[in-house]
């Protein structure tokens, strides 16, 4: 007899004998109300107050704007250009809701290894960590979230969930993307002496325009 046959022959011997659904089901419930349970308080009760706190923490790195509508996109963009010595030109994540407006006074330009800002727009957010949320496909596509120095991201105040759990609740049942990107201020690390650089393996900044209506 080897150890390996006493540690499963002893799991056998203490697994319950009965395994109906209900059974499985009754305890699947009671430990999705005790992960409930043990989940901490959000700081701000208003989900949109409490994601920009976290995400405009030092830490994070990220810096926020609130517009009215789509509509006043493109304005915020060229504002975010002008204060950081940009030229107003920006790769358009190929989403409708950014092609359907007016880039007139941006100029569209390729993804490319040396683009300098990218203007994309985030399925949703966490307002516990100020994380965006990106599914990748056609309209979504992974690089422009990861290539540009400067990302520039659109966010409906409305797809904000309190928590990662709710955002699984959300998605349950519905088609699953290629990959999900929780995307969570700008690129940092401390590998070097600590000492925090930004840029590292993603952009140097994160500005998120977040859409009231």
Same mark, same amino acid.
């Given at each position: ?25 009754? $305890? ?7 992960? $409930? ?55 358009? $994540? ?81 088609? $699953? ?37």
């Amino acid at each position: 007899m080897s150890a390996r046959h006493d540690i499963f022959s002893a799991l056998r011997r203490l697994r319950p004998q009965t395994h109906s659904e209900d059974a499985i089901a009754a $305890q699947a419930r009671e430990l999705a109300r005790a992960m $409930q349970a043990c989940l901490p308080p959000l700081e701000f009760s208003d989900l949109v107050e409490n994601f920009i706190a976290r995400v405009t923490a030092e830490k994070v790195g990220a810096s926020v704007e609130r517009a009215a509508d789509w509509s006043l996109l493109p304005e915020a963009v060229a504002r975010y250009a002008e204060t950081h010595g940009l030229a107003k030109e920006a790769a358009l $994540q190929p989403d409708p809701r950014l092609l359907a407006l007016d880039w007139s006074e941006i100029g569209a330009a390729p993804l490319a290894s040396d683009t300098m800002m990218a203007v994309g727009a985030a399925r949703g957010g966490v307002a516990e960590t100020g994380s965006l949320l990106f599914h990748s496909g056609p309209e979504a596509p992974t690089l422009y979230g990861f290539m540009p120095l400067h990302h520039v991201v659109a966010l409906e105040a409305r797809a904000i969930v309190a928590r990662f759990e709710d955002y699984a609740a959300l998605e349950k049942g519905q088609p $699953q993307p290629r990959n999900v990107n929780f995307i969570t201020g700008a690129s940092g690390t401390t590998d070097i002496e600590g000492v925090l650089a930004r840029g590292a393996h993603g952009p140097r900044r994160l500005h998120i325009v977040m859409i009231e209506a």
